[in-house]
């Protein structure tokens, strides 16, 4: 559902020109309805999920508004996870790209504080983070918003839901009074609008009716005793084949035992929940994206920010506590015009009317069919290098060593992900151990380094 185009808004040449570049002919309702105002000026609250456009409504805005000469921290934007976060920067950095040396910083919490320091000492234009972190920052005197224009809110009733109320009031003292402050929520609780009211000005509401309409979500429901929940989900897997899934639990738990058994059953799963330390979440988040892992199995704090494009379907394996929950779980699936594909499992004792809301399907397990050997195995197996940006490598320089020396068919290569110290390669399964072997034993770049599959 694309509206009209950005050339029609008061932006610079450059910016559309960019905007076009990288695909962005027309603009999302939330866009069309957000930037005259955000351009404006004004304080605006906003309804919109991930996947609606969001990021470049507020990031086109923050753009706009900065002065690349001045090295100051103009912007701030406060999101719920650190995986939203790094989004949000990654996307801020696509529209950023026409113009050259805009610093943009994460700080987010689960990583070392000091090289973040370090960071903020060579300047940043616009800091995305979360909440604790960025306080932290502030308490510490690391973090000066003195120049800041342009205040954002990322997910607030997620960030509400975390916890992070008193963290947010805290970073909000900071802030100069006179600034511009854009909130978006996927829903608007009361917390919501009293916040709104306590931290903006004469704030906009903008309700886009068409963003639910974006996604094309079917949404089945089986009704099915506990003792065969996981056969069910086994079942709706091999009747409908999605490429990829999330598999939604209400504990760590069941999170934990629901992958295991998913594995026992030939079916690649993976589970993501808080019990994860920050480094084993980003290994199954990048096995995730890149296509070595199909199934996550996750709760909804773990899941919350993540932009996976192409997400098949998405199952509540435990029915969600709230109706809004169960929209936030849903639209993961059917982004960006895809069809999406939503199961939900649900007993006797549970009244699905309350999420009634578009087209919905009971169904009778029957329906379903065991398909023996079922298996659903990852195209791709991950390969770690201890070497990352900080040792300058590059994806050519991975692609030329793999393709090169390794001789592996560039094809036979997927998604590469470059951290700071480490590099994640997606290897077709079958080279992987061959690759893996050749890989320890020559170089990069000139140097040795470790390498093993995740
Ligand atoms: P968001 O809601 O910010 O998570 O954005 C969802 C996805 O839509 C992101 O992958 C964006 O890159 C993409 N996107 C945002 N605006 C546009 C646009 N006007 N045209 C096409 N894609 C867009």
Redesign the pocket.
């Known amino acids: 559902m694309?509206t009209k185009d950005f050339s029609t808004l008061p932006l610079s040449k450059e910016m559309v020109v960019n905007l076009d570049k990288i695909?962005?002919?027309?603009?999302?309702p939330i866009?069309s309805e957000a930037l005259p105002h955000i351009l404006d000026g004004n304080d605006i609250i906003a309804q919109?999920k991930?996947?609606?456009?969001?990021?470049?409504a507020f990031g086109i805005g923050i753009l706009d508004r900065l002065d690349v000469k001045k090295f100051r921290v103009q912007s701030l934007i406060l999101c719920p996870t650190r995986e939203l976060a790094d989004?949000v920067a990654k996307?801020l950095r696509?529209i950023a790209k026409f113009t050259h040396n805009i610093k943009i910083l994460t700080l987010c919490g689960g990583v070392a504080f000091y090289p973040q320091v370090n960071s903020l000492r060579h300047f940043a234009h616009i800091v995305v983070g979360t909440p604790g972190r960025i306080l932290k920052h502030l308490d510490k005197e690391s973090l000066d918003l003195q120049n800041l224009n342009t205040l954002v809110l990322d997910e607030a009733d997620r960030m509400l839901d975390m916890g992070f109320i008193e963290e947010i009031q805290k970073v909000l003292s900071y802030a100069p009074k006179e600034r511009q402050t854009l909130l978006f929520s996927a829903t608007y609780p009361d917390e919501i609008v009293s916040l709104s009211s306590s931290i903006q000005k004469d704030a906009i509401n903008i309700k886009t009716t068409s963003i639910e309409s974006v996604n094309k979500i079917t949404q089945r429901f089986y009704k099915v005793d506990d003792g065969l929940k996981l056969q069910t989900l086994i079942n709706i897997f091999s009747n409908f084949k999605p490429g990829n899934g999330i598999v939604f639990c209400n504990t760590k738990l069941e999170c934990d035992e629901v992958a295991q058994k998913l594995q026992e059953k030939n079916i690649d799963a993976l589970a993501l929940h808080g019990d994860l330390e920050q480094y084993e979440r980003n290994d199954v988040l990048v096995q995730f994206s890149n296509k070595s892992c199909r199934v996550l199995v996750a709760t909804d704090v773990a899941a919350r920010g993540l932009?996976i494009?192409e997400l098949s379907c998405v199952v509540n394996y435990d029915t969600p506590h709230a109706k809004e929950t169960y929209v936030h779980r849903i639209g993961r699936t059917g982004?960006?015009g895809h069809e999406g594909l939503a199961f939900t499992l649900y007993n006797e004792y549970e009244d699905m009317d309350e999420y009634s809301d578009g087209d919905m399907i009971f169904e009778d397990i029957t329906t379903l069919n065991t398909v023996n050997n079922f298996e659903m195995k990852p195209p791709y197996v991950t390969l770690v290098i201890e070497g990352g940006k900080k040792d300058k490598i590059r994806k050519g320089d991975l692609l030329g060593a793999l393709t090169g020396d390794v001789g592996l068919s560039g094809s036979s290569v997927g998604q590469i992900d470059i951290y700071e110290r480490q590099s994640y390669v997606a290897i077709e399964s079958a080279f992987v151990d061959e690759v893996e072997k050749k890989l320890s034993r020559g170089k990069i770049k000139g140097k040795k380094f470790s390498v093993w599959i995740l």
Do not use: I, V
């Not at 695909?23 to 999302?28: A, F, L, N, R, V």
């Not at 991930?50 to 470049?56: I, L, Q």
């Open positions: 694309q695909g962005y002919e027309k603009m999302t866009q919109a991930t996947g609606s456009g969001k990021t470049a989004q996307e696509m932009d494009k982004r960006a």
